[in-house]
């Protein structure tokens, strides 16, 4: 099994500019969770889907941020403007609801 | 909020030596997660401890949960270079596939 695939694996871009993260989960888990982790605040939970639909995405920051799932394979993480603050390392994560998470590698993604 | 606390928050012993880590929690819980992440990598499920369990060992990993405390503890014994990690615990949330990270504790094994 690949695992969980995230690109890119490190994005630098400049303040204001429209930052897509994307995943692709194990095939066969039908839970997708993002993450973020920075030094101040540890790992925080912005979004999850189940089934392609989104179950609870009180931990995404501000209406700069959305997420989707066009199919049960695929899930981006998009931040429009980006700023600073948004420094972080993003993580993607899925299960099938009975095994535990996995992680993929994450995106670092610093904004300048 | 919700979110566990770790203690220490970094550790530092010899090669061979034994690691605790503690995490505290507020809620109540069904389960209790351990998760690894070595330096630019992501998490790595380690184990699960149930409620209704007191403790749970898997190879070198022994872990306890005291859910009168809201506590647990990981246990790593005869440390290798290897277990160099951050190593976090995990609460899930209302009974839902949501997990809270506590803050982590970085743990670092000297040769």
């Known amino acids: 099994d690949a695992g969980v695939i995230q690109s890119p694996r490190h994005e630098v871009t400049e303040m204001g500019q429209e930052v897509t993260l994307r995943c692709k989960p194990i095939s066969g888990h039908d839970y997708l969770f993002w993450y973020r982790q920075t030094m101040m605040r540890g790992l925080e939970l912005l979004i999850y889907?189940?089934?392609?639909?989104?179950?609870?995405d009180s931990g995404m920051p501000e209406d700069r941020f959305s997420a989707k799932m066009p199919n049960a394979s695929f899930s981006t993480l998009k931040i429009q403007p980006s700023e600073p603050r948004d420094s972080a390392v993003y993580f993607c994560?899925?299960?099938?609801?009975?095994?535990?998470?996995?992680f993929g590698d994450g995106t670092r993604l610093s904004i300048l | 909020s919700q979110q566990g606390e770790e203690d220490p928050q970094a550790l530092s012993i010899q090669e061979g030596e034994n690691a605790t880590m503690n995490c505290s929690y507020k809620?109540?819980?069904?389960?209790l997660q351990w998760y690894r992440q070595n330096s630019g990598r992501g998490l790595v499920h380690l184990i699960l401890?149930?409620?209704?369990?007191r403790e749970k060992h898997s190879g070198r990993l022994r872990v306890t949960l005291d859910t009168s405390k809201k506590s647990s503890s990981l246990l790593i014994t005869a440390s290798r270079a290897a277990d160099t990690a951050s190593y976090f615990c995990a609460t899930d949330f209302q009974g839902a596939q949501k997990l809270v990270f506590g803050q982590g504790t970085r743990l670092t094994i000297n040769p």
């Open positions: 889907f189940n089934n392609n639909v989104p179950i609870d």
């Open positions: 401890i149930r409620s209704n369990e």
């Open positions: 994560a899925s299960t099938d609801g009975y095994q535990p998470q996995h």
């Open positions: 809620t109540s819980i069904n389960n």
